[in-house]
C-alpha cells in the first residue's frame, strides 16, 4: 500500500527565510505525489504535482519540491518564506493518479509558521 | 474561474438527526469526491463517483450513503447523526478530459457540527 509520512508535525521560520517541509513516500511503484496547502478555516489549494516528467516540480507561489527515487522523498521548498505561507501542508500520494474517482492519501499534515 | 460549490457551508444537528451536503463541481468535471477532516486530522476519503456510478470507497460508515446525479452534482447523506461526525467535510471534483495524474480541486467545506 501506499503511503505518505511527514516528518515535521510544525515548522518555525522567520520572513525571508528558506523554508524545507519533508515528505517521505513508500511505493511498490512510481508514484503521483502532490503537495496541498491549507490555510486556516479554508479548503485545500494544490500547491503542486510530480507527474514523473521532471524531478524538479514547480509549483505556485514560489514553491517547489524534488522527487528523489533513491532517498524515497518529496519535500517541498521555498527560497523566502512570506508572513502569507503560515498554513497547513499536505503531502499526499495517489494509488492510482491515472484512474478517475481514485482516492488522495493524505500525509499528517506540517504547520508551518512564519515569523516577522 | 469557476470553483467547486459546497452548501450549506455550516450545518448544526443533534444526535440522532439526518443531513444532507450538496456539492456542485466545476463545469465539465464529472467525477467527485468526498472527504472528511476532523479536528486537526489529515482529510481522509469517504467515497467517489466517476459518471455517476461509484468509484472507489473508503472508511464511510454504513449511516451514510451518497449519489451523483445526472448533472453531476452529489450529494452525501448522513443518518443517526453522533458526536464524532462532527468535522468539516470537502468535496473535491475532477475531469478525466485533464491529462493525469488527475487534479482534484477541493472546495471550500462544509463544517458539521453534531450536539
Known amino acids: 500500500a501506499q503511503s505518505v509520512t511527514q516528518l515535521d508535525s510544525h515548522v518555525s521560520v522567520s520572513e525571508g527565510t528558506p523554508v524545507l517541509l519533508r515528505c517521505n513516500y513508500s511505493?511498490?511503484?512510481?508514484?503521483?505525489l502532490f503537495w496541498y496547502v491549507q490555510h486556516p478555516n479554508k479548503g485545500l489549494q494544490l500547491l503542486l504535482k510530480?507527474?514523473?516528467?521532471?524531478?524538479l516540480v514547480k509549483g505556485i507561489n514560489g514553491f517547489e519540491a524534488e522527487f528523489k527515487k533513491s532517498e524515497t522523498s518529496f519535500h517541498l521548498t521555498k527560497p523566502s518564506a512570506h508572513m502569507s505561507d503560515a498554513a497547513e501542508y499536505f503531502c499526499?500520494?495517489?494509488?492510482?493518479?491515472?484512474?478517475?474517482?481514485?482516492?488522495?492519501?493524505f500525509g499528517k499534515g506540517t504547520t508551518l509558521s512564519v515569523s516577522s | 474561474a469557476a470553483g467547486v460549490i459546497q452548501s450549506p457551508r455550516h450545518l448544526i444537528k443533534e444526535k440522532r438527526e439526518t443531513a444532507t451536503l450538496k456539492c456542485y463541481p466545476i463545469p465539465r468535471h464529472d467525477t467527485v469526491y468526498w472527504y472528511q477532516q476532523g479536528p486537526g486530522q489529515d482529510p481522509q476519503f469517504l467515497i467517489s463517483f466517476y459518471e455517476k456510478m461509484q468509484s472507489d470507497k473508503g472508511s464511510i460508515p454504513d449511516r451514510f450513503s451518497a449519489q451523483q446525479f445526472s448533472d453531476y452534482h452529489s450529494e452525501l447523506n448522513m443518518s443517526s447523526l453522533e458526536l464524532g461526525d462532527s468535522a468539516l467535510y470537502f468535496c473535491?471534483?475532477?475531469?478525466?478530459?485533464?491529462?493525469?495524474?488527475?487534479?482534484?480541486?477541493f472546495g471550500p467545506g462544509t463544517r458539521l457540527t453534531v450536539t
Open positions: 510530480y507527474t514523473s516528467a521532471a524531478t
Open positions: 511505493s511498490s511503484y512510481s508514484p503521483s
Open positions: 499526499v500520494v495517489s494509488p492510482r493518479a491515472y484512474q478517475a474517482g481514485t482516492a488522495l492519501i
Open positions: 473535491a471534483s475532477s475531469s478525466t478530459r485533464d491529462r493525469g495524474p488527475y487534479e482534484q480541486y
